[in-house]
C-alpha cells in the first residue's frame, strides 16, 4: 500500500505549520524539509490543509477509479452525505447524481442510509453498554489514533463498522459482489482505513474526495449543463443524511443530545479530539461515551474545496435532509431497514502501537541544558516548533522526532551568535580587504618600477656592443639583446620580432658552445674571456653565474667585427705595453741594484789605492 500523505520538499518552506497541527507527531524535519514518517501518520490530512506552500498531497485514486470504470465493470458511486455541503456550485442534487452516471457509474447510492444502519447499532450499544463505556469509531482518524497511541482503549472502541462500509455491503447484498464500490467523501484517512477493513470480499474498491471528484468531472467535461436529471439508487436513507455533522449520526435515531440526560459527549476538532480521549483515559469520574470526529465534522474534511465555511456547508446539508424527508417514504425505509438488518456490520481492531520510549530525566535535562533553556522559567514553550512545552519537545528530541533547529528561541539565539561572528568576520574582512588594497598599490608600485628597471636594463643591453644572453638551469633563455639576436643571423631576428629576446628559446639550438653555460651551471666557477672559433669568426666568451646553479649570464663579442678587432688591438696592445712597462721597471731596477754595487765597489777600490800611493810616498 502506497504512502498516504507525501510531501514535496521543493516547496517546503520549513513554516512548521504541518508539524504544529499533527496530533500524531507524524512529521519531523530531515535533509532540509518535512517529511512524513508514514507508520505513525493516522492519515487526518491536517498537514494538507494548513500547507499554504501545497507541499503537502494525499495519494490520489482517480487513475484507479477510471481504470475500473473503462475496465466495463458494474460501478457503484457511495457518496457521502456531506456532498450537499461541498457541491453547492451544482443546483440540483439529481444533476449531480446524473453526472456521476456520465463519469461510468453504473449506480450511485447515498452513504446515508448505511449511517441509518450503523446509528441504530450505535443506540443499541449505548443502551446496553452494561457499564463500559464507548468511544465511536465512525471517524477514521480516530480508530487510527486509539491503535496507535492508545491501544489500551482500543476495548474501548465501538465494534461498529463505518457507515461507508455498511453502505458497501449493502450494495454488495442488493446488486451483486461483482460490483466494483468507489466511496466519494471529504476524508482522507478512510482511503487507508477501507483497506484495513477490506479483509472480507474487498468491499471498498477505492476511495475519492470531493476535490478529486471535481477534477474527474473537469478532465472529462462533465457538467450540470451536459446531463439530465437523475435519482439516486435505493436504498434511500433517511436521517442518516446528518451524519457529517456533529452529533448528527446520534440524532438519527433520537439518541437526546441534552446536557441532563445524556449519555454521550459529543465532540469535534483536533483540540477536543485529543482532550477527550486524553480525558477519557485518565479521569475516573467521566462516566461517558464519546462520539468524536477528528475534524470540524466530515463536512470540513481535508478532501473539500479549501476556503469552504463550516457554518453555511452545516446548514446546506441539513436543508438537503430537510427537503429529502418532506417526501419521504417511512414505510419503505423500514422495510429497507429490515430486509439489511441482518449484515455483520460488527468490526474488530487491532494494536498498532506506535508509542516510543519515554526518557530518562537526565536525558530531557541534557536537551534541555543544549537548548540553553536549563531554568524552568524558560521550558514554557512557544509552541512554534509545534510542541506545547519545552520540555515535550525534548522528549520528543531523544525520541528522535525534533532537532534543535525546530526550537525557535534556540535558532533565534543562534542566528544572533552567528550575526556577531558575522559581524566580526566582515570586520576582519574589511581590514584584510584594506590590507589586501594597500598591498595591492604597493604591488602595481613594485610591479611598475620593475617594469621600468626592466626596460632600463633591456635599453641598456641593447646599448652594448657585445651579446648578452641570460639562461635559466634548463638551459632556456631569460633574456637576450638586440646584438646577441643578430649575432644567430636572419632566421633568429623574425623569432625576435614575434617573441622578444628569444624568451623560452633552447639555447642549444641556438649556440653550438651552449656547453659553457652547462658547465658553469653545474660548476658555479665562471669562465673569463674564452676565444672560440665558429665558422670564420672568433668569438669571446665569458660565462658567470648570476644564481649559482639556477641562472647564468654569457657576454659574448665577435672579434672579427671591425669595432670590435680595433678595440681589442689596443686593448691588448695596451695590455702588452704595460706587460713590457712592467718588465722595463724590473730590469731598470735591477741595473740600477748592479750600478751602485759597482760604484761602491770601484770607490772600495779607488780609496784603497790612494791609500797605497801615499804610504809609499812615506817611504821615500
Known sequence: MRQLILTDKDKCNLSYTCIRVCPAKAIKIEDGHSQIIASRCIGCGHCVTVCAQNAISYRTEKEMTMDMINSGAKMAALCDPAIAGEFTDIADYRKFVAMLRELGFTFVNEVAFGADLVAIKYENLFHNFQGKYYISAKC???????????????????????????????????????VKTVYITACTSAKDDARTINNENRKID????????RELFNSNNISEKSVKFSEFDPPFGRKGGLFPISHGL?????????????????????????????????????????????CKGCIMGPGTSPGGKKFTRRTQVIDYVAKRLNNFDHKQWEKD???????????????????????TEEQIQSVLQEMGKSKAEDQLGCGACGYPTCRDFAVAHVQGLTNYEMCYTYSIKNLHTYINKLNSANEKLRRIQEALKKSEEKARAEEQAAREAAETVTTMLNKLRAGVVLVDENLKVIESNRKFVSML?????????????????????????ARLFETV?????DIPNRDVEVGDSILNISVFTIRKNKIVG?????????????????????????????TVQQIAFLLGESA????????????????GESEHGQGK
Do not use: C, W
Open 596 to 611: 751602485a754595487k759597482t760604484e761602491k765597489t770601484l770607490n772600495s777600490i779607488i780609496e784603497a789605492q790612494k791609500l
Open 489 to 513: 643571423g636572419e632566421d633568429a631576428k623574425v623569432i625576435d620580432e614575434m617573441i622578444p629576446g628569444l624568451k623560452g628559446a633552447d639555447l642549444r639550438t641556438l649556440l653550438p658552445f
Open 250 to 294: 446520534l440524532q438519527a435515531v433520537g439518541i437526546n443530545p441534552g446536557l441532563l440526560d445524556s449519555s454521550v459527549i459529543i465532540t469535534e476538532g483536533r483540540t477536543n479530539f485529543l482532550q477527550s480521549i486524553e480525558e477519557f483515559k485518565n479521569e475516573e469520574r467521566l462516566n461517558q461515551h464519546i462520539d468524536i470526529f477528528y
Open 140 to 178: 477514521p482518524a480516530t480508530v487510527g489514533y486509539v491503535e496507535k497511541y492508545h491501544p489500551e482503549l482500543i476495548e474501548n472502541l465501538a465494534p461498529i463498522v463505518p457507515p461507508y462500509i455498511a453502505m458497501a455491503k449493502v450494495v454488495k447484498k442488493k446488486y451483486g459482489n461483482d
Open 337 to 359: 431497514v429490515e430486509e439489511f438488518s441482518a449484515l455483520d456490520l460488527s468490526r474488530t481492531f487491532k494494536s498498532k502501537d506506535m508509542r516510543l520510549p519515554v526518557p
Open 554 to 582: 654569457g657576454i659574448i663579442r665577435d672579434l672579427t667585427a671591425p669595432e670590435v678587432r680595433r678595440e681589442e688591438v689596443i686593448t691588448r696592445a695596451r695590455n702588452v705595453i704595460r706587460d713590457n712597462l712592467k
Open 206 to 213: 477505492a476511495v475519492i474526495t470531493f476535490t478529486e471528484l
Open 521 to 525: 651551471l653545474h660548476s658555479g666557477e
